[in-house]
């Protein structure tokens, strides 16, 4: 009847404890299985559950969570069932705690969403009760009274509830009866309780068995054999100061710490007086974890205590006699939780490379939990703060890794992410775990030239395709996006033929010359080149280039005075009067060169006879020497050089006719290249020209006259004295030709003696004005005009 009462009273327990946990759970989605269901089987529909289509699950790329990664559970994404993925073993899971929920959740990533499940593990009687030793020996007092009680070791039940240890049983029992006690912890003990007494002459010794069951159906049961020796008269048993010690260790207390002194006393003398202290719970890891002094009550620490696996222990300590009464009490040790956990992350969802231009992006999800309680399990996260970076809380202890804007590839291509969690605990713990994040590249930046124009030097006469330079650009972008490639713009003036100069290499930017260039023609040119990306849409810049054509010394001197294409060639005439240092004429040249290429030089190669004539090196003056005399010849001829400054140097010649006359009514004699001997019928002409001479003479005086007062105001150079220099930055023997040429800003005029058919005739020269520019471009300048006349004159302003 009592055992009735019980089971009833056990189901009511049951009853409400289910009341409690659906008060508790109500607010969350809840599924129940029993403990030791095969692999495979249903649990339930999760799809239905969370109002979720079963592509939309596949869709979004749901999957279970359980705590420490466990895979108990498979998730069909086809069919939107959760199934067992493995045997559950509750004790395994649970241990001794009740109700046993095992929490997991389903996250949906894509968006982020996560649901949370509790998953009620129900008992089932797959364990026997066992004793943790099979024979107990009693010493009993013979005088014992009836309704003594002798307390047992309980047995041990791993299964729970109702299909836990509810009561004990003994027989033959015709001297003791088993009372079933509840313990602190909700375990049950027996107590062997004697019902008539012992007479130690007629039965010494008695053996019971003593049998535990569980309340599953069927139950299940486990025995022990109790051995009791009946002793003689001992009426006192030992007692312990208090019946409870509570004790609190520190979790990282060392070994051998002493954790608590128990004290019992027996009032009896002699062996019946000592006491010996030894444990009486038959506990696995109370024994495993502290040790007892048998002799003092000392118990100390033999194992390092772990508050994440077991919080309190519950210590029943036997304190006996000699003579075998005993007394009991219970240690009860709390386990106080020290920081010795870190936090530990997990990531669950990870993206390595992002492009750079993407907006606020999630980088990573990740959860963190602590083992420890408390402050010690309470955590913060973080990240560097020098990267454009947050962490964004999710739920519960997620947290999303999101970018705060925009990335720049070409300022950081790579980032590596330090997430940092800390504990409140003392001293803080953290952990830290590392996120590389790769940044793809867009076409965002446009090709850069190294500078914005670019001056090239080429000197005339080149080859064709002569490499006379390079462009470059740079594009921070990579790959097809940083690829160059070079163009000619088109030219600004639609005269430069461009396309027929210059070329480009579209893959490294040198520029190549197509043609020889000549610096006479085209002194500069200027275009535009661009650069563009490989990118799409492809992007570019533009640069511009000058192209400065150096001179080459590619044209000799050009005499233009005296002209050497007359057909009669022009002879100077010089009064024997002349002193030394007379200006006997000028040779006038130019250099279709430029610089020191056009800076020419005079010198007098060859003369009739030397020394009577000089050239003045620097700007072609012809000047006598010295002062004539009669017994100079009366005709000369002088080869003058004319040579420009270049390298190497280019000349050319010219040759001067000379005849010196007494007066300008002398008549003019043949020139050089006439024959020697005149043939015996010319006679009479030379005496007709004398006659003609003659007649003239008079009308020749008066002319001479006005020329001599002509030249007496003509300033001139002291005799002996040179004329002085031009001042000019070239070498003192050279001219610089390359702006009006030598002649001066005074106009020239000479007075030429022309030869033919028998008949001396005088050629009058207007001043000589070359144009340098229809030289170099082939034009012919405009014909001196000629004028016949008896008489010659020159005239020097």
């Known amino acids: 009847m009592e055992a009735e009462e019980d089971r009833v009273l056990r189901l009511r327990q049951v009853l409400l404890l289910f009341v409690l946990l659906a008060q508790t759970y109500g607010k969350q989605e809840g599924y129940s299985i029993a403990e030791e269901t095969e692999s495979g089987s249903f649990v339930a529909n999760l799809s239905k559950d969370i109002g979720l289509g079963v ?11 359980f705590k420490n990664n466990k895979n108990h559970f498979q998730l069909n994404l086809q069919t939107g069932d959760l199934r067992v993925n493995e045997k559950l073993d509750r004790e395994e899971l649970c241990g001794p705690n009740e109700p046993c929920i095992l929490q997991f959740q389903v996250l949906l990533e894509e968006p982020l969403e996560i649901y949370r499940f509790n998953l009620l593990i129900s008992d089932i009687n797959d364990n026997s009760p066992v004793f943790p030793e099979t024979e107990m020996h009693l010493k009993v007092m013979e005088n014992t009274l009836p309704g003594t009680v002798f307390p047992l070791k309980n047995a041990q039940d791993l299964d729970v509830g109702i299909n836990g240890i509810q009561n004990y049983s003994i027989y033959p029992n015709s001297h003791f009866h088993v009372l079933t006690q ?28 003593l049998m535990a069951i569980d309340g599953g159906v069927p139950s299940k049961t486990g025995t022990a054999l109790v051995l009791i020796e009946v002793l003689d008269i001992n009426d006192n048993a030992p007692e312990f100061s208090q019946p409870v010690y509570h004790v609190q260790m520190s979790e990282n207390s060392p070994l051998g710490s002493l954790i608590v002194i128990v004290s019992a006393r027996d009032i009896d003398m002699g062996i019946n007086g000592k006491v010996f202290y030894s444990f009486f719970s038959g506990d696995e890891e109370v024994i495993k974890t502290f040790a007892i002094n048998e002799l003092t009550g000392e118990i100390k620490l033999v194992k390092n205590l772990d508050f994440e696996k077991i919080s309190s222990y519950e210590v029943n300590i036997k304190a006996s006699d000699g003579a075998g009464l005993s007394g009991k009490c219970t240690v009860i040790i709390k386990v106080e939780d020290v920081n010795d956990n870190a936090p530990e992350l997990t990531v669950v969802s990870l993206v390595s490379s992002i492009p750079e231009n993407s907006p606020q992006t999630t980088i990573a999800l990740f959860s963190i939990q602590d083992k420890d309680s408390g402050n010690n399990g309470r955590m913060i996260c ?14 519960e202890n997620f947290y999303k890794l999101v970018t705060e804007d925009a990335l720049d590839r070409e300022s950081k291509a790579e980032y590596n992410i330090t997430i940092t969690v800390t504990d409140m605990g003392t001293p803080r713990l953290q952990t830290q775990h590392t996120i590389t994040v790769l940044v793809s590249d867009v076409n965002d930046n446009a090709p850069a030239f190294s500078q914005p124009s670019y001056t090239l ?37 639609p005269q430069l033929p461009l396309a027929s100069l210059v070329s480009i290499n579209a893959d490294n930017g040198q520029l190549f010359a197509l043609r020889s260039l000549d610096f006479e023609a085209v002194r500069a040119f200027e275009f535009g080149v661009g650069a563009w990306d490989r990118g799409s849409p492809a992007l570019g ?19 233009l005075y005296p002209l050497q294409n007359a057909s009669a060639p022009c002879s100077e005439l010089v009064p024997r009067a002349a002193e030394a240092g007379y200006l006997v004429t000028k040779v006038v040249a130019v250099d279709g060169d430029s610089g020191q290429n056009a800076w020419l030089s005079f010198q007098l190669l060859k003369a009739t006879e030397p020394g009577l004539f000089s050239v003045w090196a620097h700007n072609g003056e012809v000047r006598t020497a010295r002062p ?7 005709k000369h001829r002088l080869l003058v050089l004319v040579k420009d400054n270049g390298e190497p140097p280019l000349s050319a010649s010219v040759t001067l006719h000379v005849l010196l006359v007494d ?23 030379v005496y007709l020209v004398v006659a003609l001479a003659c007649v003239s003479s008079l009308f020749l005086f008066s002319v001479l006259a006005f020329v001599a007062v002509r030249l007496c105001r003509r300033p001139g150079p002291p005799a002996g004295v040179p004329y002085p220099l031009p001042d000019a930055h070239f070498p003192g023997h050279l001219l610089d030709v390359s702006g009006a040429g030598t002649l001066s800003h005074s106009y020239q005029y000479e007075v030429c003696l022309a030869g033919g058919a028998g008949t001396n005739e005088f050629k009058f020269l207007k001043p000589i004005l070359p144009d340098f520019q229809d030289h170099i471009t082939g034009t012919n300048s405009e014909e001196t005009p000629t004028f016949r006349n008896s008489f010659g004159f020159s005239d020097h302003n």
């Open 55 to 65: 592509k939309e699950l596949s869709l979004r790329r749901a999957h279970v969570i």
């Open 182 to 209: 509840n313990g602190t912890e909700g375990r049950k003990y027996p107590e062997l309780v004697l019902d008539k007494a012992l007479d130690r002459e007629q039965q010494p010794e008695l053996k019971l068995t």
């Open 382 to 395: 973080s990240i560097q703060e020098d990267i454009p970076f947050t962490l964004k809380h999710s739920i």
């Open 457 to 493: 030097l080429v000197g005339e006469n080149n080859s064709p395709a002569l490499h006379i330079g390079s462009v470059s650009a740079t594009d921070p972008d990579e790959g097809s996006n940083a690829q160059v490639t070079y163009s000619l713009l088109p030219p600004q003036d």
């Open 541 to 559: 810049s533009q640069a511009r280039v000058r192209v400065l054509v150096l001179d080459r010394n590619d044209n000799a001197p050009f005499v």
């Open 628 to 634: 004539l005399s009669e017994r100079d010849a009366p």
């Open 663 to 685: 007066g300008f009514s002398q008549p003019f004699l043949p020139l050089p290249d006439a024959p020697a001997d005149a043939p015996a019928d010319d006679r009479l002409t």
